[in-house]
């Protein structure tokens, strides 16, 4: 099986001289045939690295490779743990630990640096879009690609069947929540709390959080709220879960945990007011900074937090601010609520022990009331909540790339992502790259754009020459 690897370049001579001879002596001491392709944008317009690497990947095809790895120039492997080998079966994500983050993953849904495709895959998934231009989201929208033809790695946590659903329309729908003394104090020592909710967006009031955005605006829809200083869980704009408590020095505590809109998911938080730890989980798993899943987690905090006294509990809203208030609903389906007066325990999070406080199962309602099935009273009042059914609830976990955890030096360069400047994070390519966020996220995540006839089946450019430069390679010199 002959490999041909694939490289976008532009302005990188430093890089080209590095990364040609250690990679070619790389494959050959791994017993790998192989070719290298050094796609070379010569023209004036911004730089196109998604369709740098189709022009490779096609040279690659047309020279008789049976399979390609799309490389970054400023990405070489480090040790034997990095693996070209043939793979029929998906699609591969190489680049697992890199120098750059000290050799951590950037960040969970990465799929940058090396990837690795059949001739068939990069069939099916049409290749890279030739539609970013300059820095950003190319390697995302290749992901996106890989999840829509079923080429990235999906688990799902058993089926939950017949199970009836409140629908929250995002403008007045609530339940409310008189709590008895199994609750009354529930929020000021060690909890738990475990919401079964599918979030929705609400573009209709405020857009999606984009880092690119000049105007971008921050909002918080409610799912579960304490009032006062709000105690609970929310969904927000930015595609996240969050939990917040206070403590009685009025330090806000928050935690925050990526997950998509429209996906049925356990949003559990966990308190343990001994050790003074908050946690936060999405099906189970923890709240990671490390890899971008959400924040640091456990978050340690200071003091006693705050006591509520008989402040109801709300589902869906809160009375904190106003009911015209864009931060005041929530909007989309919840299925279960579940509250225990002690911290559950790693292993018991997707156990749901029996001994709730407060149990709250939209299958058992009785008029207008929300049953407590704890037996401890704590019945919820409806107000204006549609009551749905599935008769096959699914609740997958975070859509992940197929990977071989591979090693890799990356090599100096300046930053071209994302950067802070006086405490706000920016795109250091500015509205370009807010041009392909918007393009990814709006579009492409959203099902908008016809990915099918943008890629390897449309691919344009003029060839001008190409070169051998030894080791193996060629310089592709072409215009985009």
């Given at each position: 099986?002959?490999?041909?690897?694939?490289?976008?370049?532009?302005?990188?001579?430093?890089?080209?001289?590095?990364?040609?001879?250690?990679?070619?002596?790389?494959?050959?001491?791994?017993?790998?045939?192989?070719?290298?392709?050094?796609?070379?944008?010569?023209?004036?317009?911004?730089?196109?690295?998604?369709?740098?690497?189709?022009?490779?990947?096609?040279?690659?095809?047309?020279?008789?490779?049976?399979?390609?790895?799309?490389?970054?120039?400023?990405?070489?492997?480090?040790?034997?743990?990095?693996?070209?080998?043939?793979?029929?079966?998906?699609?591969?994500?190489?680049?697992?630990?890199?120098?750059?983050?000290?050799?951590?993953?950037?960040?969970?849904?990465?799929?940058?640096?090396?990837?690795?495709?059949?001739?068939?895959?990069?069939?099916?998934?049409?290749?890279?879009?030739?539609?970013?231009?300059?820095?950003?989201?190319?390697?995302?929208?290749?992901?996106?690609?890989?999840?829509?033809?079923?080429?990235?790695?999906?688990?799902?946590?058993?089926?939950?069947?017949?199970?009836?659903?409140?629908?929250?329309?995002?403008?007045?729908?609530?339940?409310?929540?008189?709590?008895?003394?199994?609750?009354?104090?529930?929020?000021?020592?060690?909890?738990?709390?475990?919401?079964?909710?599918?979030?929705?967006?609400?573009?209709?009031?405020?857009?999606?959080?984009?880092?690119?955005?000049?105007?971008?605006?921050?909002?918080?829809?409610?799912?579960?709220?304490?009032?006062?200083?709000?105690?609970?869980?929310?969904?927000?704009?930015?595609?996240?879960?969050?939990?917040?408590?206070?403590?009685?020095?009025?330090?806000?505590?928050?935690?925050?945990?990526?997950?998509?809109?429209?996906?049925?998911?356990?949003?559990?938080?966990?308190?343990?007011?001994?050790?003074?730890?908050?946690?936060?989980?999405?099906?189970?798993?923890?709240?990671?900074?490390?890899?971008?899943?959400?924040?640091?987690?456990?978050?340690?905090?200071?003091?006693?937090?705050?006591?509520?006294?008989?402040?109801?509990?709300?589902?869906?809203?809160?009375?904190?601010?106003?009911?015209?208030?864009?931060?005041?609903?929530?909007?989309g389906d919840i299925a279960k609520v579940m509250m225990w007066d002690r911290c559950l325990s790693e292993?018991?999070?997707?156990?749901?022990?029996?001994?709730?406080v407060a149990h709250y199962d939209f299958n058992s309602i009785n008029g207008n009331v929300l049953n407590?099935?704890?037996?401890?009273?704590?019945?919820?009042?409806?107000?204006?909540?549609?009551?749905?059914?599935?008769?096959?609830?699914?609740?997958?976990?975070?859509?992940?790339?197929?990977?071989?955890?591979?090693?890799?030096?990356?090599?100096?360069?300046?930053?071209?992502?994302?950067?802070?400047?006086?405490?706000?994070?920016?795109?250091?390519?500015?509205?370009?790259?807010?041009?392909?966020?918007?393009?990814?996220?709006?579009?492409?995540?959203?099902?908008?754009?016809?990915?099918?006839?943008?890629?390897?089946?449309?691919?344009?450019?003029?060839?001008?020459?190409?070169?051998?430069?030894?080791?193996?390679?060629?310089?592709?010199?072409?215009?985009?």
């Amino acid at each position: 099986m002959k490999l041909g690897v694939c490289v976008p370049y532009r302005n990188r001579e430093a890089h080209l001289k590095e990364f040609s001879p250690r990679v070619h002596k790389f494959l050959e001491e791994q017993g790998i045939e192989h070719k290298i392709y050094f796609a070379h944008q010569c023209d004036d317009k911004l730089f196109n690295r998604g369709k740098m690497k189709n022009i490779a990947a096609k040279h690659a095809f047309d020279d008789g490779c049976d399979y390609i790895v799309w490389h970054d120039i400023d990405m070489v492997p480090e040790d034997s743990s990095c693996d070209y080998t043939f793979n029929p079966e998906n699609p591969k994500h190489l680049a697992v630990r890199i120098s750059q983050t000290d050799y951590n993953l950037k960040y969970e849904e990465y799929f940058g640096g090396a990837v690795l495709f059949t001739k068939e895959q990069v069939g099916a998934t049409n290749g890279y879009s030739n539609d970013y231009w300059d820095w950003g989201m190319e390697d995302d929208d290749l992901f996106w690609r890989c999840v829509l033809t079923g080429n990235a790695e999906q688990h799902y946590l058993p089926d939950i069947t017949n199970q009836k659903y409140g629908y929250f329309d995002g403008l007045k729908s609530y339940v409310k929540i008189e709590p008895s003394r199994s609750i009354r104090n529930l929020c000021s020592r060690s909890h738990t709390v475990s919401i079964l909710v599918r979030a929705h967006q609400q573009e209709e009031k405020v857009p999606i959080y984009l880092i690119g955005d000049a105007d971008r605006r921050f909002c918080e829809y409610p799912i579960l709220r304490r009032p006062g200083h709000d105690w609970g869980i929310s969904y927000n704009n930015s595609r996240a879960f969050t939990s917040m408590l206070w403590n009685n020095e009025r330090e806000f505590l928050y935690l925050w945990a990526k997950r998509y809109e429209q996906q049925w998911s356990w949003v559990t938080l966990t308190v343990d007011d001994d050790n003074k730890l908050i946690s936060l989980h999405i099906n189970g798993k923890k709240s990671d900074a490390r890899f971008g899943t959400g924040a640091t987690s456990p978050l340690e905090y200071s003091g006693y937090l705050k006591r509520y006294g008989t402040e109801p509990y709300y589902i869906g809203t809160t009375p904190s601010v106003g009911v015209d208030e864009v931060n005041r609903w929530f909007k989309g389906d919840i299925a279960k609520v579940m509250m225990w007066d002690r911290c559950l325990s790693e292993n018991e999070i997707m156990e749901f022990p029996n001994d709730m406080v407060a149990h709250y199962d939209f299958n058992s309602i009785n008029g207008n009331v929300l049953n407590d099935l704890s037996d401890n009273g704590n019945h919820g009042e409806i107000n204006d909540v549609e009551i749905k059914e599935e008769n096959t609830l699914k609740v997958n976990n975070t859509i992940l790339p197929f990977r071989r955890d591979g090693k890799f030096e990356c090599l100096p360069h300046q930053t071209e992502g994302l950067i802070t400047v006086g405490g706000v994070d920016k795109w250091a390519k500015g509205e370009t790259t807010a041009r392909n966020e918007r393009r990814y996220i709006l579009e492409m995540q959203q099902g908008k754009y016809n990915w099918k006839n943008d890629g390897m089946n449309s691919l344009e450019y003029e060839l001008i020459s190409v070169d051998e430069i030894g080791n193996n390679s060629v310089i592709i010199n072409c215009k985009a």
